[in-house]
């Protein structure tokens, strides 16, 4: 597998990495003979994928539509919260090496738990 970027922030994201992949492709639907594009993978880190997902929407079609399968992802299971949440810690951990300071006690992600506006 090789190395992505993130689309939003641009951070490395290497194999083994945690993100959130959207896949998208165009398909002709009515229109003999049917015709379909290769598919593009876009990323986004987990931090980034929250983030934007307890944002506002976006402009323009195609990003509320990838904006709204972000909220989708976020809103239906914690496990991508704390991805991000261990994406953070360790970057903390990074700026604050050299420091022997205590771990902070791990917050909780009930706050992200939203329902879809309609």
């Known amino acids: 597998m090789e190395n992505v970027h993130c689309l939003r922030c641009n951070r490395e994201l290497g194999s083994g990495r945690k993100f959130v992949a959207i896949y998208m492709f165009a398909q002709t639907v009515g229109i003999k ?17 929250v983030s934007l997902a307890l944002g506002l929407s976006p402009e323009g079609a195609l990003n509320v539509a990838a ?30 090496a050299g420091e022997s300071e205590a771990e902070p006690e791990p917050r909780s992600d009930a706050w992200v738990n939203f329902s879809r506006a309609v």
């Open 67 to 96: 904006w709204d399968m972000i909220r989708d992802l976020v809103s239906s299971d914690p496990a991508l919260n704390q991805a991000a949440w261990e994406n953070l810690r360790g970057v903390v951990r990074m700026l604050e």
């Open 33 to 49: 003979p049917r015709q379909k594009s290769a598919a593009q993978r876009i990323v986004f880190c987990p931090q980034c994928s």
